[in-house]
């Protein structure tokens, strides 16, 4: 028998449904009926009222650096102001008081309705390995309510200076100590007396290939139309890497012209590169000074159209580099809708079904068989599930309620 029945749910289709779940899957999907179901085993629970959809995805996040706001401030509000203000402030940090706050995000974002995050972990001089120690001992205290992927991200530079040498052994220590995937920022290499960009692309893919890992790296950064990161690394990919590979923020692109836009967009989708837009972050990072004052989001249209996979994420929480943030996939839905242009339903895909191939995760659909990661909310449209981003919910991980009261 089935171990739960959800009677008279909204699908994402404004449809209603009553689905039943048999262990770690959905069993059936069926119209709603009237009648009340009953029997031996099965818990009933009346979704009248709520909006039924598959659990989220948060593709991109910073959990070792969530909740940092009131610790760390960035007077300047860019991006080189949060990074020098995580730099000149590592000793108010450590291993212990980082797994605490990495913890209580992760778990505030299981809550909320994610399924699984994919976090980027500091890997510098300055830092270590503590982020990638404390995220891989998050990983394993969450691992009942919500899966995490880590990504070491190597610090800079990487090409030309003189830590170079012990930043790539640190880089390798982090593999080895357990991260998933290669992270990095060659658009950084581009600041004066530094490296290339293209260089630094080069050795982290050479890096990913020697370890058999995927690579997720932060790409163009920045809204200087100079930066132009995304091609070099989507010509690469194409001539031949073996892995996933995954180019977050991308915000340059959005600054060419729209030929070059759509030319980048076909490489990039020739190369299998999936690409995460992170609208809350680079709103207030990016753009800062410049008038008129660019939205600094990738240019998401043209890489949809090419038939890139465009996922959205939140980035960062409370922290120098964004202040607010709920850790909600609403918000970064209702952020894609409002800056993006998107309408609800190709917002709420962003932060759950691409994000999933983003990820490389097995699709989760209100569809028999699919696995049982569900997220209920009170609301009786998915556009106003986004709008109202209602407390009022319940999350199923593999069948097994994990949040909201029945």
Same mark, same amino acid.
């Given at each position: ?126 830092? +270590?390995?503590? *982020? &990638?120690?404390?995220?891989? #001992? =998050?990983?394993?205290? $969450? ?6 992927? /880590? !990504? ?101 692109? +959005?600054?060419? *012209? &729209?030929?070059?836009?759509? #030319? =980048?967009?076909?490489? $990039? ?6 690409? /995460? !837009? ?129």
């Amino acid at each position: 028998m089935p171990s739960a029945m959800l009677m008279g749910a909204i699908n994402a289709d404004g449809v209603a449904v009553d689905v039943t779940i048999e262990g770690e899957k959905i069993q059936t999907v069926r119209p709603h009926e009237s009648v009340r179901h009953d029997g031996s085993g099965v818990d009933v629970i009346d979704q009248n009222g709520y909006v039924v959809l598959p659990a989220a995805i948060e593709p991109h996040a910073h959990l070792d650096k969530a909740f940092l706001a009131e610790t760390i401030e960035n007077p300047t509000g860019d991006l080189m102001g949060a990074i020098k203000a995580m730099e000149s402030n590592r000793h108010l940090l450590g291993i212990a008081e980082t797994i605490e706050r990495a913890e209580r995000a992760a778990r505030l974002m299981a809550r909320n309705g994610y399924s699984a995050i994919r976090t980027h972990a500091d890997t510098t001089i300055e830092n +270590g390995l503590d *982020s &990638v120690l404390a995220l891989l #001992d =998050v990983k394993r205290r $969450v691992t009942d309510v919500i899966d995490v992927e /880590i !990504v070491a991200l190597c610090g800079w530079p990487i090409i030309d200076g003189p830590d170079v040498a012990n930043q790539r052994a640190l880089l390798r220590d982090a593999l080895d100590a357990g991260a998933d995937l290669v992270g990095g920022c060659p658009h950084l290499e581009h600041w004066p007396e530094r490296g290339t960009v293209d260089a630094a692309t080069d050795w982290f893919l050479e890096t990913a290939t020697v370890y058999g890992k995927p690579v997720d790296l932060h790409t163009d950064e920045t809204t200087d139309p100079h930066v132009l990161g995304l091609e070099h690394l989507a010509r690469r990919v194409a001539e031949g890497f073996d892995h996933r590979v995954t180019a977050s923020h991308c915000v340059s692109l +959005g600054q060419q *012209s &729209v030929a070059r836009q759509r #030319d =980048v967009a076909e490489l $990039v989708a020739t190369a299998g590169i999936s690409v /995460i !837009v992170l609208p809350q972050t680079n709103l207030f990072l990016q753009g800062r000074g410049l008038n008129p004052m660019p939205r600094a989001l990738t240019s998401i249209g043209p890489l949809r159209t090419a038939g890139v996979v465009v996922a959205a994420g939140a980035d960062n929480l409370q922290d120098p580099f964004n202040p607010v943030g709920r850790a909600c996939p609403f918000e970064t839905a209702a952020l894609m809708i409002t800056a993006a242009h998107d309408l609800p339903g190709a917002a709420w895909r962003a932060v759950s079904d691409d994000a999933r191939k983003a990820l490389g995760i097995a699709p989760v659909g209100l569809v028999t068989g699919s696995q049982a990661d569900l997220l209920a909310i009170r609301a009786t449209s998915l556009r106003e599930a986004i709008a109202f981003a209602s407390p009022d919910r319940m999350v199923w991980r593999r069948g097994h309620l994990t949040h909201g009261l029945v």
